[in-house]
T-cell receptor, first 113, second 111 residues
């Protein structure tokens, strides 16, 4: 039973570029949430997708957008990258939007130069 | 505003018991969760408290007092592999799955 898988694991971009991160949820899960974790900090909620729609959003600018596909996988897109976007981006899946337990992937570490 | 406070670092020896506290100030409250994270890898769910009281899962227990906006994670019979970062997280509403995480407590277990 595969857990949550994310790609790529590491990537380096320059300011102003755009990036797309991908996530496949754990088998049987239908909800995907994205979190940003800066070094030494706790994860910060970006948004949650369920039934291919954004259901809830944190305090992130419109440069951060996402998508969920019919197979429940998801993408996180970040436009016009800033140095401050450098972080570990974590995807978490669950069954339903209010599950008490989230299953996280290993994350995609983004470095913006 | 919303804030969760937990100690930044805790050190203990193998076999000991350690308690990691978490106080929260949020606009709403629907439950307190605890997650473990090794070396910046995938956070792993440990426990969830929706109601006051103690929840026990093996060597780990978690407690919640909603009237005090306070909870803790208790780790017993510490092992070297328990060295990791521990995060408390609050769900503010029942509209979705948004969790507000604390800054994390780095636990170091010494031999």
């Amino acid at each position: 039973d595969a857990g949550v898988t994310q790609s790529p694991t590491h990537l380096i971009k320059t300011r102003g570029q755009q990036v797309t991160l991908r996530c496949s949820p754990k088998s049987g899960h239908d909800t995907v949430s994205w979190y940003q974790q800066a070094l030494g900090q706790g994860p910060q909620f970006i948004f949650q997708y369920y039934e291919e729609e954004e259901r809830q959003r944190g305090n992130f600018p419109d440069r951060f957008s996402g998508h969920q596909f019919p197979n429940y996988s998801s993408e996180l897109n970040v436009n016009a990258l800033l140095l401050g976007d450098s972080a570990l981006y974590l995807c978490a899946s669950s069954f339903g939007t209010q599950a008490g337990e989230l299953f996280f992937g290993e994350g995609s570490r983004l470095t913006v130069l | 505003g919303q804030s969760l406070e937990q100690p930044s670092e805790v050190t203990a020896v193998e076999g000991a018991i350690v308690q990691i506290n978490c106080t929260y100030q949020t606009s709403g409250f629907y439950g307190l969760s605890w997650y473990q994270q090794h070396d910046g890898g995938a956070p792993t769910f440990l426990s969830y408290n929706g109601l006051d009281g103690l929840e026990e899962t093996g060597r780990f227990s978690s407690f919640l007092s909603r009237s005090d906006s306070y909870g803790y994670l208790l780790l017993q019979e510490l092992q070297m592999k328990d060295s990791a970062s521990y995060f408390c997280a609050v769900r503010e509403d029942n509209q979705g799955g948004k969790l507000i995480f604390g800054q994390g407590t780095e636990l170091s277990v010494k031999p």
